[in-house]
Every structure is written in C-alpha cells, then in structure tokens.
C-alpha cells in the first residue's frame, strides 16, 4: 500500500485488495483517496476483509498536510505508538495533523494503542489552519490510551456521525474525549 501511495499524484485513489497488510503508512504533502473495494462495489464486507496491521510495532496510519484525503472501507489494527517511538505518542491507529478537509469513513478501526491520546484515532494540529476533519459510519472498538482510548479531537471543526465506539479504554474518555466538534 505504502509503494502504491509513493508513486500517486494529488487526486488519485489507492484501491486496495482484501487481504492483511502489515505495514506502516504515511501520508504527508499529498491528497489521495485510500480504500478497499468498497470504494467501486459499495460491499461492506470489504470492509472487513481489507486489513492494514501495526503488528503491535508501531502507528498503522498518519496523515499530515493532506487536504482533502479520504481514507475508506478498511479495517485499521494492531497499531502501537509511545514516547521512545521517536514520532511522539498520540494516535495508534491513525494520527491526522493539519489537514483540512480529512475524512474517514466506512473503518473499523480497533486494538491500537497510544501511551498518550487517541488509541484509535487522534485529530491533532495547528487550531488556526483549516483543520475540518470528518469521520463517518466507523465502528471503533477495543482501543486503549491515557486521553481518549477510542477517539481523542481537541482541534476545531471536527464532525462525526454514525460512528459506533465502544469497549475502549482510557484514563480521561475511555471511549472518546472530543472538544469543539459539531
């Protein structure tokens, strides 16, 4: 997955196979449409089938400075980030910093781990940049971390809906600790 994003323009879309996929991805400086074939069929048992695994190492996903990104139909598990990872220790799922416009929808997204917030996912960033993050029909579950163990948002503009988060654990918002969202 990570070759097929290197070598995509802006715009483009990374359709991904079923299949389990232990790998590390970044996304930074572009805006890509990432998803299983959910994306042409509308199969949610795609969903499912199409895994991307931290192998309990490190974060499965981060995007940073890429508007516009739309991550769809997947399962995200199995991510682990803390301090002596050297990438900071927020979101073991999926970290989104400074993106405008990010949308996630259609995941599942559970057993990740941050020593900090959002096991699950973490919306992080500048408060002033554009920042508008939407996460849609995603079921997160099982996740664990100190602020938020499912979801942690504390940036503006943040919108969910049709999401089902449930059995996370975390000391402040097990399930999510979410500031200024809509």
Same mark, same amino acid.
């Not at 232990?22 to 042409?40: P, Q, R």
């Given at each position: 997955?990570?070759?097929?994003?290197?070598?995509?323009?802006?715009?483009?879309?990374?359709?991904?196979?079923?299949?389990?996929?232990?790998?590390?991805?970044?996304?930074?400086?572009?805006?890509?449409?990432?998803?299983?074939?959910?994306?042409?069929?509308?199969?949610?048992?795609?969903?499912?089938?199409?895994?991307?695994?931290?192998?309990?190492?490190?974060?499965?996903?981060?995007?940073?400075?890429?508007?516009?990104?739309?991550?769809?139909?997947?399962?995200?598990?199995?991510?682990?980030?803390?301090?002596?990872?050297? %990438?900071?220790?927020?979101?073991?799922?999926?970290?989104?910093?400074?993106?405008?416009?990010?949308?996630?929808?259609?995941?599942?997204? %559970?057993?990740?781990?941050?020593?900090?917030?959002?096991?699950?996912?973490?919306?992080?960033?500048?408060?002033?940049?554009?920042?508008?993050?939407?996460? %849609?029909?995603?079921?997160?579950?099982?996740?664990? +971390?100190?602020?938020?163990?499912?979801?942690?948002?504390?940036?503006?503009?943040?919108?969910?809906?049709?999401?089902?988060? %449930?059995?996370?654990?975390?000391?402040?918002?097990?399930? +999510?600790?979410?500031?200024?969202?809509?």
């Amino acid at each position: 997955i990570q070759a097929g994003i290197g070598i995509m323009d802006d715009g483009d879309t990374v359709l991904v196979s079923p299949g389990t996929y232990v790998e590390k991805l970044i996304l930074e400086n572009k805006s890509l449409v990432i998803g299983s074939l959910y994306l042409t069929t509308g199969d949610t048992s795609y969903v499912s089938s199409t895994i991307v695994d931290g192998n309990d190492e490190w974060r499965v996903l981060r995007i940073k400075y890429s508007d516009h990104t739309v991550i769809s139909g997947l399962t995200i598990r199995k991510g682990r980030i803390v301090s002596s990872s050297g %990438e900071g220790d927020d979101g073991g799922g999926i970290y989104i910093s400074d993106c405008d416009s990010a949308r996630l929808e259609h995941l599942i997204i %559970e057993d990740n781990y941050a020593e900090g917030s959002g096991g699950g996912v973490v919306h992080a960033g500048d408060p002033y940049y554009g920042n508008y993050f939407a996460m %849609e029909h995603c079921r997160v579950k099982n996740n664990s +971390a100190g602020y938020g163990g499912g979801i942690y948002s504390a940036v503006r503009k943040s919108y969910f809906n049709e999401c089902i988060v %449930e059995g996370n654990t975390g000391t402040r918002g097990g399930g +999510a600790n979410i500031q200024n969202a809509t």
